[in-house]
């Protein structure tokens, strides 16, 4: 679970527009934890910010609302 929620707050950290949302937000984190563990579980941490962006953007139609919610906030 802690590497879970670690190669979530990767993710979000690649893409935050902000420092503020620099690391996501608790709230991101929980939006999108599904939806990692579902579609982007073959993606290894050291595999760089863009595989796990780019896992997210090929599942796009696929995530739920919130997971999508949370990449468009953040301009992805």
Do not use: W, Y
């Amino acid at each position: 679970m802690t590497k879970l929620v670690v190669i979530v707050s990767f993710l979000l950290l690649a893409f935050a527009t902000t420092s503020a949302s620099a690391g996501g937000t608790k709230e991101q984190e929980d939006a999108c934890r599904p939806d990692v563990r579902r579609f982007c579980h073959h993606v290894r941490p050291d595999g760089g910010d863009d595989a796990f962006l780019a896992c997210l953007q090929a599942n796009r139609a696929k995530l739920t609302v919130k997971c999508r919610a949370v990449l468009e906030d953040n301009g992805v």
